[in-house]
């Protein structure tokens, strides 16, 4: 069945009244509410959202207790809806057990209301802009849709690539809207964008390291932040953020003493199921991160086991 890509799910109206929509609240969350944000990418909202609730309850209460938010941005949402054009139940469920049951906010965001968020830090179009052209020029992904909608588009490209014209019109809006309406079934936009995202992100003055979260099971997606992120000069870096796969965000989990049952582990690991699943880390006696296969009932046990191991991703 071909995609169908829609900025707002036919079941939009089951979760509008549960989540943030309105730019300034969410600057408000954003900047000043929350000492951490963690962004959903499609494939982890999907798993977690197919968890038992009491497992699911693990991974929520975490987010929580780091007094954390939860951010879905529309392109991520077009793409949680892209089957028949409207939410699975169980993401419509998993967003409310979020809200009514843990009091987590999670917030839509459409990725131009940046522009709001950035609005309380800087005065000038032009200085909130200039972060989006330098996100977008160190991206520099050959065959993305975002080159393909510059390539076909002067304007934003005269602004983007040869920074011209940054102090006129509302190029945050007509940069992202562009580029989603030009999404395709095989692209990565999804995650293209929440790079770009983020890489603004990091560069608001006065926050911490460590922020501004992704959450992703998909490896090429985290060599698309983490490429963005190191090809930006280290005068020039912004804060640092932390790219969690659910091994990583489970072992951060368990150090913290929140979760020991190796089943409800196990279960975790494998979205609910039990099987093998890759990681990137370090056992005792390696140097390198290396690539490693676990069943997950296997690798449960070694992660309840203080410093066995190391999981980087």
Known sequence: MAAVYLEKPKNWNEIESKVTTEPDKIARALLYTYKKVFFYDTCSFRGHSNLLPDDADYIIRYIKQECGVVVITRCILMELASVSGELNLQYIEFIKRMVDVHGVEVIVMNEEDLFEVLSECFSTAEC???????????????????????????????????????????????????????????????????????????????????????????????????NLFEKTKTQFSGRKIVIYSTPRLIKTIVELNQISDIESIARILGMGKICDVKIYGTLPNEFQTTEHTFNTVDLARIIVIPNRIDIRF
């Open 128 to 226: 909130i802009n200039s972060y989006l052209m330098w996100a977008v020029r160190m991206l520099g992904v050959p065959t993305s849709t975002i080159e393909m909608t510059l390539a076909d588009n002067n304007n934003l490209k005269r602004k983007l690539k040869e920074g011209k014209g940054l102090s006129t019109g509302n190029v945050f809006a007509d940069f992202f809207k562009a580029v989603r309406n030009n999404k395709t079934q095989s692209d990565n936009l999804g995650e293209e964008l929440l790079a770009v995202c983020l890489h603004i992100l990091s560069h608001i003055p006065g926050e911490s390291d460590y922020k501004y979260n992704m959450i992703t099971e998909d490896k090429g997606a985290r060599a698309v932040v983490s």
